[in-house]
């Protein structure tokens, strides 16, 4: 998927582990929701997001884990 073909439609939340962030995002592209976990380097993964209860207590699960091994809150922007 290039930037372009791409609107965010939401930013989820943004983790940071010393210089390092994560970004975990839900984009539209044509009339489809992706969920997207991304660094300043690389896309880590990206699914089909459908805003369900269940995608997105998936979303904060992952936030949480992070969280617990270490990674922190990052301000926005």
Known sequence: MHAADRERVA?????????????????????????????TMAVIVEEPFDLEPRAVARAHALREALKRRGWKEAAAG
């Open 11 to 39: 930013l989820l939340w943004q983790l940071a582990w010393n210089e390092d962030r994560l970004w975990c995002s839900v984009y539209r592209q044509q009339d489809q929701l992706h969920l997207t976990v991304e660094s």
